[in-house]
């Protein structure tokens, strides 16, 4: 199950669309820190320690997913 479906399920998962990318992002709880946002078009993701932070940068994942910024994260083998 993907973040947008378990977003439909779960009311502590938020889904929107990105402002600057046009893709969607989805706020959830963490698993190091408390949130987490999560691209859905490419499964990058950033933690935060606060909602407020999240929130901040949910509307431009340009800004902290790998994809989005236009680097391809290298893939382990």
């Known amino acids: 199950m993907n973040a947008a479906t378990a977003a439909r399920i779960d009311p502590r998962f938020n889904t929107t669309r990105a402002r600057s990318t046009g893709t969607l992002v989805t706020l959830c709880e963490g698993d ?8 859905e078009e490419h499964a990058g993701c950033m933690e935060f320690q606060t909602k407020r932070e999240a929130l901040s940068a949910r509307s431009e994942p340009d800004n902290w997913c790998e994809w989005c910024m236009g680097n391809e994260p290298e893939v382990e083998s």
Not at 32 to 39: A, G, N, Q, S, V
Request: charge should be negative; aromatic fraction near 12%; glycine fraction near 0%.
């Open 32 to 39: 190091d820190l408390p949130w987490m946002l999560i691209c």
